[in-house]
């Protein structure tokens, strides 16, 4: 699977910012395409991911209410809405494919995806 992430860049703390993650079309719809970032110096960090087929998502604790990920099937992009930035939201964002269905115990593991895109990098200046 291949996967596009765009939308990063220079915000300053309390503005937003749209992530867009567009993936190869998929024949099968069970799968899961989940947000990572990473920040200097720090280990890659869950973040947030939908199940495609029923739109299930889920949060990492950190961005609850402030973040929300949504779906647009007929243009295979995931987005995720970044409101309320903070200077520590500053990372590379990263989004992943995940070929199984939605299990809690494994959507916020990166070593649960399977492919990964590019990332895009994310400033939050205070």
């Known amino acids: 699977v291949q996967l596009q992430a765009s939308g990063g860049g220079l915000v300053q703390a309390g503005g937003s910012l749209r992530l867009a993650c567009v993936h190869s079309r998929r024949i099968f719809n069970t799968y899961i395409i989940g947000w990572f970032r990473q920040a200097p110096g720090k280990e890659r960090e869950f973040v947030a991911a939908i199940g495609w087929s029923d739109g299930r998502t889920g949060y990492a604790d950190s961005v609850k209410g402030r973040f929300a990920i949504s779906r647009d099937t007929p243009k295979n992009t995931v987005y995720l809405q970044m409101n309320s930035l903070k200077p520590e939201d500053t990372a590379v964002y990263y989004c992943?494919?995940?070929?199984?269905?939605?299990?809690?115990?494994?959507?916020?593991?990166?070593?649960?995806?399977?492919?990964w895109g590019r990332g895009t990098l994310v400033t939050v200046s205070s």
């Open positions: 992943a494919y995940d070929h199984t269905a939605w299990s809690e115990d494994s959507v916020s593991q990166p070593t649960a995806y399977d492919s």
